[in-house]
């Protein structure tokens, strides 16, 4: 079972920037599609961004498209999402989330992630 620590959440004004990074440990980082998702109070946990093991594809939900950008450096096995215009709507706790396997729209989907981290919250003021 991959391990996943979060980092690099915090308070911002609106139009800002900030950018999360998602250490993992314990079994191979790069055999994992890797993802972003993110749940705010009163509301479900829902898909931001995701990213083969590769870093060729990527996804992102329609609400960052052109706002949010999620990489991955496997040699150090870490994650990255790169936030940038943010906007008040975007406050809640973020997670990492590791699938063993998903592809296209399956990736947006909860339930095929089995890892995930401890989440990190952040907060964009108006």
């Known amino acids: 079972q991959v391990r996943l620590v979060e980092s690099g959440g915090g308070l911002v004004q609106a139009g800002g920037s900030l950018r999360l990074s998602c250490a993992a440990s314990?079994?191979?980082?790069?055999?994992?599609?890797m993802g972003w998702f993110r749940q705010a109070p009163g509301k479900e946990r829902e898909f931001v961004a995701a990213i083969s093991w590769s870093g060729g594809t990527t996804y992102y939900a329609d609400s960052v498209k052109g706002r949010f950008t999620i990489s991955r450096d496997n040699a150090k096995n870490t994650m990255y999402l790169q936030m940038n215009s943010l906007k008040p709507e975007d406050t809640a706790v973020y997670y990492c989330?590791?699938?063993?396997?998903?592809?296209?729209?399956?990736?947006?989907?909860?339930?095929?992630?089995?890892?995930w981290g401890q989440g990190t919250q952040v907060t964009v003021s108006s």
């Open positions: 989330a590791a699938s063993n396997y998903c592809s296209g729209y399956s990736c947006y989907e909860v339930k095929r992630y089995n890892g």
């Open positions: 314990g079994r191979a980082f790069s055999g994992y599609v």
